[in-house]
């Protein structure tokens, strides 16, 4: 079994910054992409981030230059520092990660429970 676990999510002011981090932990052959996803009440989920194993990045446009997504291989982590944050980014953050298994030839995507990041004065 494979799972990934949010953390760093919380309530912060217009302009703040606040740092998620998302551990996969399991029976992990190796990790391709990882990304972060976020859902705001009312609205689709949407692509925030995504990095590849070898550290190539893409951000939705709404984020860039204020978001940075970034990886630490020998944890399985992956982390979204975001910086300047405005009303509208509150959501809830989910991670994902597509994780080949020990003994799997085959690869999944797993997610991640979800961490609320509401920004608010």
């Known amino acids: 079994q494979v799972r990934l676990v949010e953390s760093g999510g919380g309530l912060v002011q217009p302009g703040g910054s606040l740092r998620l981090s998302c551990a996969a932990s399991?029976?992990?052959?190796?990790?391709?992409?990882m990304g972060w996803y976020r859902q705001a009440p009312g609205k689709q989920r949407e692509l925030v981030a995504i990095?590849?194993?070898?550290?190539?990045?893409n951000y939705a446009d709404s984020v860039k230059g204020r978001f940075t997504i970034s990886r630490d291989n020998a944890k399985n982590t992956v982390y979204l520092q975001m910086n300047s944050l405005k009303p509208e980014d509150t959501a809830v953050y989910f991670c994902?990660?597509?994780?080949?298994?020990?003994?799997?030839?085959?690869?999944?995507?797993?997610w991640g429970q979800g961490t609320q990041v509401t920004v608010s004065s």
């Open positions: 990095i590849t194993s070898s550290g190539n990045t």
């Open positions: 994902n990660a597509d994780v080949k298994r020990d003994g799997s030839p085959f690869q999944y995507r797993y």
């Open positions: 399991g029976s992990i052959f190796s990790i391709g992409v």
